[in-house]
């Protein structure tokens, strides 16, 4: 018997919950939903979904505030979804910790890729940490391989600097989950490196001029603009 995959949807509003909970259902998942911030609090803790899609215009609560106090104890994925289309907003959720920012309207199909992409990193994550070190990660015709600090595509060398590379290894660590500028600085060159993110954009530059077929239309590497970068998820 196939296990069905529980998500839980936190949306006040009960025609959008309705048709998210719909959507998934046709999907194969196992749709619960909750309309207020206590309510979702609860379920999370006693039902244990595998994700939660929330809504962070609750009416007892800001949504952020159920992420900050689940984000104290659990890893459990989260997909924002919200009218709030100001990129402080995107950034606030993805610190606090949510793996994806959507902003309304949204179509289904990409609601269900988000779903599958966070779901996805957390059951093959294993803790993160090995993936940096060794192995390889494949997307498409993109392999980093972190045994020899290369990044191949089409089976060849894409000749990345060192920073680049750097960039690659981590976007690749954390695939399909957007990564802030901020927090790619801190990974990459401490805590107390300036918050410009101007070298950044010109490491990314070079590293879509040496990967993409067409670095204005990226297979890979996609910028979530005034928030970060996220790499593609593999199939």
């Known amino acids: 018997m196939n296990i069905r995959e529980k998500v839980l949807i936190v949306e006040d509003e009960k025609g959008i919950s309705q048709f998210i909970a719909a959507a998934l259902s046709s999907r194969g998942y196992e749709a619960i939903q909750a309309h207020t911030g206590s309510e979702a609090l609860t379920i999370i803790s006693s039902h244990c979904p595998d994700l939660?899609?929330?809504?962070?215009?609750?009416?007892?609560?800001?949504?952020?505030?159920?992420?900050?106090?689940?984000?104290?104890?659990?890893?459990?994925?989260?997909?924002?979804?919200s009218a709030r289309s100001h990129e402080k907003d995107k950034v606030t959720a993805l610190d606090l910790g949510a793996d994806d920012y959507l902003t309304k309207p949204f179509g289904t199909d990409e609601l269900l890729a988000r779903v599958r992409a966070a779901i996805r990193h957390?059951?093959?994550?294993?803790?993160?940490?090995?993936?940096?070190?060794?192995?390889?990660?494949?997307?498409?015709?993109?392999?980093?391989?972190?045994?020899?600090?290369?990044?191949?595509?089409?089976?060849?060398?894409?000749?990345?600097?060192?920073?680049?590379?750097?960039?690659?290894?981590?976007?690749?660590?954390?695939?399909?989950?957007?990564?802030?500028?901020?927090?790619?600085?801190?990974?990459?060159?401490?805590?107390?490196?300036?918050?410009?993110?101007?070298?950044?954009?010109?490491?990314?530059?070079?590293?879509?001029?040496?990967?993409?077929?067409?670095p204005a239309e990226p297979e890979y590497f996609f910028t979530e603009v005034g928030v970060g970068y996220r790499l593609a998820e593999g199939s």
Not at 165 to 184: N, Q, S
Request: glycine share 8%.
């Open 122 to 214: 957390t059951r093959t994550a294993s803790g993160n940490s090995e993936i940096a070190r060794q192995g390889t990660y494949t997307v498409g015709e993109l392999t980093i391989d972190y045994n020899k600090h290369q990044a191949l595509i089409r089976g060849e060398n894409a000749r990345l600097t060192l920073n680049e590379f750097r960039i690659v290894a981590l976007l690749g660590k954390y695939a399909g989950k957007v990564l802030t500028y901020d927090f790619i600085i801190r990974e990459l060159w401490g805590p107390q490196a300036s918050s410009n993110n101007q070298i950044l954009r010109v490491n990314m530059a070079n590293i879509r001029r040496k990967i993409e077929k067409n």
């Open 52 to 81: 939660v899609i929330l809504d962070l215009g609750l009416p007892d609560m800001d949504g952020l505030s159920i992420l900050e106090q689940l984000r104290a104890w659990s890893s459990l994925p989260v997909v924002v979804v």
